[in-house]
């Protein structure tokens, strides 16, 4: 595993555990199951990615450590039925609170004002935290694997299929590929192109792992996508799917920004 110790994403996940203890004493693993099985039904998420060309998860999220705020004018609703109608696949929706101002109602909000199905986008450390996640009507969750066990990775991805939740499971290198491969293949494969401990991009590290990939293996690119230039090479590649977030939200009309950047999305 990366030593994430002294990176952005440890003190998250410092964060997280506090989180847990507080959130845990507000509502029982009890009382969270039974939200999550009145949650409204399922969309499916893997299905609604792999149907398009390209497939784009579309980010909604107001903040982020390394850039601070990025979109004043945040109104989820109004931003989940831009995406829809400028031709997302899906929704990416942060929830985190203390590092990207974000907070699940946004989900909750985003997703009621559209058809798409949406990603709980945080930073999750147990099943509790999965089945929170459905029953915030989440239709998909996040695991990162630079800051999971694989014993962790393991019970909440069984977890989150228990509960018909699809898992996009992060990685940032091969050691993480070769990890993320050990679970079902069930699980969506994202790579983050965002270097750990320098916030440096480089398009090439998806590039690099989705060779290592069968070729029926879906990898979602993330972070960096900001050209057609961009997208045209990951295509080239044959990556077709990708999640984008601040390239749309620091745009004034973020269904303007998708359009520029993908042009006319059309199902396959």
Not at 1 to 18: C, F, S
Not at 122 to 141: K, Q, S, T, W
Not at 185 to 211: I, M, P, Y
Not at 215 to 227: D, F, K
């Amino acid at each position: 595993m990366i030593d994430i110790a002294n990176t952005i994403l440890g003190k998250i996940i410092d964060r997280k555990h506090d989180d847990f203890k507080l959130r845990l004493k507000q509502k029982s693993l009890y009382d969270v199951e039974q939200l999550a099985q009145a949650a409204t039904p399922v969309r499916g998420f893997a299905d609604a990615l792999s149907a398009k060309r390209p497939g784009v998860i579309a980010e909604i999220k107001k903040a982020s450590p390394s850039k601070g705020i990025i979109r004043e004018n945040f109104n989820p609703a109004e931003i989940a039925e831009q995406y829809e109608a400028a031709g997302a696949a899906c929704l990416s929706v942060l929830t985190d609170v203390d590092f990207f101002q974000g907070h699940d109602q946004n989900l909750q909000i985003a997703r009621s004002h559209c058809s798409l199905p949406a990603l709980r986008k945080d930073f999750l450390i147990n099943p509790y935290g999965v089945i929170e996640a459905r029953a915030l009507h989440a239709d998909c969750i996040l695991l990162i694997v630079a800051c999971l066990s694989d014993q962790q990775l393991e019970e909440m991805s069984k977890t989150a299929f228990e509960h018909n939740l699809d898992v996009l499971v992060e990685v940032h290198d091969e050691a993480e590929l070769e990890r993320a491969l050990k679970l079902s293949e069930r699980c969506l494969l994202g790579v983050n192109n965002r270097n750990l401990k320098t916030f440096e991009v480089d398009l090439n590290t998806s590039l690099r792992l989705k060779a290592l990939l069968e070729p029926s293996r879906l990898l979602v690119t993330e972070s960096g996508i900001a050209t057609p230039a961009d997208v045209a090479m990951m295509q080239a590649n044959d990556i077709h799917s990708f999640l984008v977030g601040e390239s749309f939200m620091k745009q004034p009309r973020p269904d303007h920004a998708f359009r520029e950047l993908f042009g006319q999305p059309h199902s396959i």
